[in-house]
């Protein structure tokens, strides 16, 4: 007998539960719960993923509702996957969803540490809180970290260190109590172009505010349109990648839709695809191995 494909099953499970609690629905009018009514290629993509999906008739929920679900769903799926690539990525790893976790900040993490002070200091000068704003300010909504090892660990196989060498290293629990920021997941339900804009500000403060490494910077979405997806996907390198919630059914989708003259969308969509800019949420976990 077969053992079970873990990804396969809980990218699976991703989609049972998306439909169970009500974030992929489908209204009376036939029009999918990720998709913009006012839309027609939106309306007609999504509609055709979510049958794919098997997703039942019911109401909308309320956008900031859908996205927090979304958020934790998506939390479920890496915990449920990466931490289990130990053969590929050993190491003790933890995913947080910040927006659930008012105790877990950016600066609990040792690249932005520093962050905290300055919020401090900001607070207390009026002309630096004039001149800098808030664009220190960096709130992912998934965070991965890796805990940092004791020397019994890192000595494990070979004395590698002792009291007089690596002396800084941040993975050394011995110099940094913190977590290590390894990756930064921004989740959007759907995108609109105002909105999806605003990971690539986060991306850029991640990128900007750090000390040490800059940590995975990727973006989750169940967004249906092409060119949506393009307003991200596309442009420069600040975001690593955008992963879909189900790209094989998008590409499906996309292809049924536009076969009778929407070309342009399959075109589109395949640039992204075969330019690696876009993928599916299950090739997330390896990503992360990398």
């Given at each position: 007998?077969?053992?079970?494909?873990i990804?396969?099953?809980?990218?699976?499970?991703?989609?049972?539960?998306?439909?169970?609690?009500?974030?992929?629905?489908?209204?009376?009018?036939?029009?999918?719960?990720?998709?913009?009514?006012?839309?027609?290629?939106?309306?007609?993509?999504?509609?055709?993923?979510?049958?794919?999906?098997?997703?039942?008739?019911?109401?909308?929920?309320?956008?900031?509702?859908?996205?927090?679900?979304?958020?934790?769903?998506?939390?479920?799926?890496l915990?449920?996957?990466?931490p289990?690539?130990?053969?590929?990525?050993?190491?003790?790893w933890?995913?947080?969803?910040?927006?659930?976790?008012?105790a877990?900040?950016?600066?609990?993490?040792?690249?932005?540490?520093?962050?905290a002070?300055?919020?401090?200091?900001?607070?207390?000068?009026?002309?630096?809180?004039?001149?800098?704003?808030?664009?220190?300010?960096?709130a992912?909504?998934?965070?991965?970290?890796?805990?940092?090892?004791d020397?019994?660990?890192?000595n494990?196989?070979?004395?590698?260190?002792?009291?007089?060498?690596a002396?800084?290293?941040?993975?050394?629990?011995?110099?940094?109590?913190?977590?290590?920021?390894?990756?930064?997941?921004?989740?959007?339900?759907?995108m609109?172009?105002?909105r999806?804009?605003?990971?690539?500000?986060?991306?850029?403060?991640?990128?900007?505010?750090?000390?040490?490494?800059?940590?995975?910077?990727?973006?989750?979405?169940?967004?249906?349109?092409?060119?949506?997806?393009?307003?991200?996907?596309?442009?420069?390198?600040?975001?690593?990648?955008?992963?879909h919630?189900?790209?094989?059914?998008?590409?499906?989708?996309?292809?049924?839709?536009?076969?009778?003259?929407?070309?342009?969308?399959?075109?589109?969509?395949?640039?992204?695809?075969?330019?690696?800019?876009?993928?599916?949420?299950?090739?997330?976990?390896?990503?992360?191995?990398?």
């Amino acid at each position: 007998m077969k053992s079970k494909i873990i990804f396969a099953e809980a990218r699976k499970q991703f989609h049972r539960s998306l439909v169970k609690r009500g974030v992929l629905v489908v209204d009376k009018s036939g029009v999918a719960s990720n998709s913009d009514k006012d839309n027609r290629p939106s309306c007609a993509i999504g509609g055709l993923i979510a049958k794919r999906l098997c997703a039942g008739e019911g109401a909308k929920l309320p956008a900031q509702t859908a996205g927090s679900i979304f958020e934790e769903l998506v939390c479920e799926f890496l915990n449920a996957t990466f931490p289990k690539l130990q053969n590929l990525r050993p190491g003790k790893w933890n995913v947080f969803n910040l927006g659930n976790n008012n105790a877990v900040k950016t600066s609990s993490f040792v690249q932005y540490e520093h962050l905290a002070h300055l919020a401090k200091v900001i607070r207390s000068d009026s002309q630096l809180a004039t001149m800098l704003g808030n664009d220190y300010v960096i709130a992912p909504d998934i965070v991965v970290s890796r805990t940092p090892c004791d020397d019994n660990e890192i000595n494990d196989i070979a004395r590698f260190v002792d009291d007089n060498v690596a002396l800084r290293s941040d993975l050394r629990l011995k110099n940094n109590p913190l977590e290590i920021m390894h990756a930064s997941v921004s989740v959007k339900w759907t995108m609109r172009s105002d909105r999806s804009q605003n990971s690539r500000t986060e991306a850029l403060n991640l990128i900007r505010n750090r000390k040490g490494r800059t940590p995975h910077i990727v973006v989750v979405t169940g967004e249906p349109l092409p060119s949506r997806l393009a307003s991200l996907a596309l442009g420069t390198g600040d975001l690593d990648c955008i992963y879909h919630f189900a790209l094989q059914e998008l590409i499906q989708s996309v292809h049924e839709y536009g076969k009778d003259g929407r070309e342009d969308l399959i075109e589109q969509l395949d640039t992204m695809v075969e330019g690696k800019r876009l993928k599916d949420i299950s090739d997330l976990p390896l990503d992360l191995a990398c």
